[in-house]
């Protein structure tokens, strides 16, 4: 009997203060995208398993999509695949959409995250997590308007 109003995912959500990122969409075998759209896209907040960030493109859902996440310090981007799980306007604020990727699984299977960005989310949540950056409804789950 599933319990009403829990969250139901199972990674908590956390901000890294000033990171970004950037996204290219999985167009097909044959015709990849070589180019990031969107460099500098803010991040709401992150998980182990999933991102939330604002973009001026509506990504549509089940959009396949390459992302590079830059956290302020960090010299190399953390490089992870998703796909897009909701998308809702971010009415009147200079980013128009928030978009919600899903993480593929992680493990050494064609298709899947490599294990180590894994380790790496987890060290961002060990640095960044607490009270002040982890993300409820009540702190901007979704639905909620950023303005940046």
């Given at each position: ?106 493990g050494e299977k064609k298709g899947m ?36």
């Open positions: 009997m599933p319990e009403e109003g829990l969250e139901k995912r199972g990674c908590v959500r956390f901000r890294i203060p000033g990171a970004t990122t950037a996204y290219k969409k999985d167009k097909s075998l044959f015709h990849r995208n070589p180019d990031y759209s969107g460099e500098f896209l803010p991040v709401l907040d992150i998980s182990r398993g999933g991102i939330r960030f604002l973009s001026n493109e509506n990504i549509a859902l089940d959009t396949k999509l390459h992302l590079r996440v830059q956290v302020p310090g960090d010299q190399s981007p953390l490089q992870i695949d998703g796909v897009v799980r909701w998308a809702a306007p971010n009415v009147g604020q200079s980013f128009k959409h928030q978009v919600g990727v899903q993480f593929y699984p992680y995250n490599y294990p180590g960005t894994l380790v790496k989310i987890i060290a961002y949540e060990q640095k960044f997590l607490d009270n002040s950056t982890i993300i409820n409804e009540d702190t901007g789950g979704r639905g909620s308007t950023f303005s940046i």
